[in-house]
């Protein structure tokens, strides 16, 4: 692949009248937002997008997205690397009755007011919808201690621990 940028916009219903298609990079300073999810940096996005128009004459944009995030493990708060794979499928739309006609294959995106999408903010949003929410390392990996978690019935309670009820009031109220 190429070194190629994705372009930052684009018109779909000229690309797709086009036919055309885009292999590239998105660079990895262009993705912060993702990187302030990150725990430290982000690889630069391998980027794949077609356009064109089904069948049914509907313009879509269809496309891959592939990274790599630092992230942090939330068992035991190291750094690991974690890729990011998506694939999307949109259609450009103008307003909200368009949406509603609109196949479940394809997700709606508004244009702009140029008629435009912004490929790299769309692509980057799709990333983001990627990122775990919270992110850990395979057990096999991850550095955190053994801890013994106990399952099964509670230890009975002492006479003296016993606390009363503070609902047992209740249950004189009900029998007048």
Do not use: W
């Not at 949003?125 to 395979?138: G, I, K, Q, R």
Request: aromatic share 4%.
């Amino acid at each position: 692949m190429q070194n190629v940028q994705i372009p930052v916009s684009l018109d779909p219903k000229r690309a797709a009248q086009r036919g055309l298609s885009y292999e590239g990079i998105l660079q990895a300073k262009h993705l912060k937002r993702l990187i302030g999810v990150s725990s430290g940096d982000c690889t630069d996005a391998e980027v794949s997008v077609e356009c064109g128009t089904d069948i049914q004459g509907i313009v879509y944009l269809k496309g891959k997205a592939v990274t790599e995030l630092t992230l942090t493990c939330q068992r035991c708060m190291e750094t690991f690397q974690h890729p990011i794979a998506v694939e999307f499928a949109y259609s450009p739309v103008t307003d909200d009755s368009q949406v509603e006609e609109l196949p479940d294959a394809y997700d709606p995106v508004e244009l702009n007011e140029h008629g435009e999408i912004r490929l790299q903010e769309l692509v980057e949003d799709e990333l983001l919808l990627a990122v775990p929410m919270m992110p850990m390392h395979d057990l096999a990996d991850c550095n955190r201690p053994e801890t013994e978690i106990v399952v099964g019935e509670l230890p009975p309670v002492s006479p003296e621990e016993e606390r009363p009820n503070p609902f047992a009031v209740l249950q004189n109220l009900k029998s007048k």
